[in-house]
């Protein structure tokens, strides 16, 4: 299991030591139910890159996207794997970069720009900069592009709220003279930060809104900047965080030494974070859904089952949100009717069935609290 959603588990247990609350249940919701009069995407080209470490489409473990992408097919879309050796195909009417966890090339970003410049439609998850992942930074590359021309990139940071105290271990002092070990520290309380939540900061007078009822579950995610000044291009915050997080800088140091301040200047504002955002340029035509969040697709998390390989989704906010997003990128309109799933077929390697177990949707401590 990936390390994010495992911490997360765990952590779930300990905020309710912490601060003695219960978390919530997630809503079970059929697929059926969470999915009635979404679009069909007959014939519609989707290419998926996993040069850099995305999530993958075939991937059937808790990191992968099997579920979205099978719901993408039962919808009628035709999914490829983009081979950035070739360029982009002229026939793809939509790419999706799940999550990359090395910085895309030179080559690559500048082949997406000059599709993005032609009227393409991008659906963009970036992942927060720690644990080695050393994916877009916000400063560099396709999200400084972004920013110049579209208004539009993710931070360097990770989105939290403080959660109950706890005690960690104080830094070595140094030793006196005279003395041949370090003095020994009392134990230091402080926070605990929390980066698993749920949020309903919807934008609803917006198409990806259509049909999400209930909470939206991010585990792990990067704050989003966003200009809506832009005069020839509509730029939207689609998904807010609750307005007392705020996004901390200096993460990776946090899951080293569990010691951690808000600093003013370094960390984003506390306010309520876009999350998720768009882009739309009538006179090209292209269009960027962007999210801050890998996992808020992946199997074992925001497109998590029970029982597994059901399809009964724990967070169908997460679910019709994506596929109300492909659909918005694609220009598609909605139909009548409901969809028919079949029955999951098993897989032929338990050992990566995803867990049964929800993440919580309530405020999780981070990792080592």
């Known amino acids: 299991m990936r390390p994010k959603i495992l911490f997360g588990l765990i952590c779930a247990l300990l905020l309710a030591a912490l601060v003695g609350a219960s978390a919530l249940p997630p809503n079970r919701v059929q697929a059926g139910t969470a999915l009635q009069g979404v679009p069909r995407l007959d014939g519609k080209n989707i290419y998926f890159s996993e040069a850099f470490g995305e999530a993958s489409r075939f991937d059937r473990g808790p990191t992968g996207l099997s579920r979205f992408a099978g719901l993408l097919r039962l919808l009628g879309a035709n999914l490829y794997t983009l081979e950035w050796r070739t360029g982009i195909p002229a026939d793809a009417d939509l790419l999706v970069i799940a999550g990359p966890l090395t910085d895309i090339g030179p080559d690559q970003t500048a082949w997406l720009w000059a599709y993005l410049q032609n009227g393409g439609r991008l659906l963009l998850i970036t992942e927060p900069i720690v644990q080695n992942y050393k994916a877009l930074p916000f400063d560099k590359g396709l999200l400084q592009l972004m920013w110049t021309d ?65 909470e939206l579950a991010f585990f792990l995610a990067r704050s989003l900047e966003v200009d809506s000044t832009l005069r020839d291009a509509t730029v939207t915050t689609l998904i807010s965080s609750p307005a007392e997080f705020y996004g901390e800088s200096a993460y990776a140091q946090y899951l080293a030494d569990g010691i951690v301040e808000y600093n003013i200047g370094a960390d984003t504002t506390r306010s309520a974070l ?21 996992d808020f697709a992946t199997n074992a998390a925001g497109f998590q089952t029970s029982p597994p390989y059901s399809s009964a989704f724990l967070y169908p906010g997460n679910v019709r949100f994506m596929v109300n997003a492909v659909a918005w ?30 993440v919580p949707p309530t405020a999780t401590p981070a990792p080592g609290s």
Not at 274 to 294: C, M, N, Q, Y
Not at 345 to 352: R, S
């Open 329 to 358: 990128l694609l220009d598609v309109a909605p139909v009548a009717g409901e969809l028919s799933f079949p029955a999951p077929a098993e897989t032929a390697t338990p050992t990566i069935t995803p867990s049964p177990t929800p």
């Open 274 to 294: 876009a999350l998720a955002a768009s882009f739309e340029k009538p006179d090209t035509g292209a269009r960027v859904v962007l999210i801050g969040d890998r």
């Open 150 to 214: 579209m208004g539009l990139r993710a931070r360097n940071d990770v989105v939290v709220v403080e959660g109950g105290l706890r005690e960690v271990a104080a830094p070595i002092e140094a030793v006196a003279e005279g003395e041949l070990t370090p003095t020994p520290a009392s134990p230091l309380t402080v926070p605990a930060l929390v980066p698993v939540f749920t949020t309903t900061a919807l934008t609803f007078d917006n198409p990806m809104a259509d049909g999400v009822d209930g």
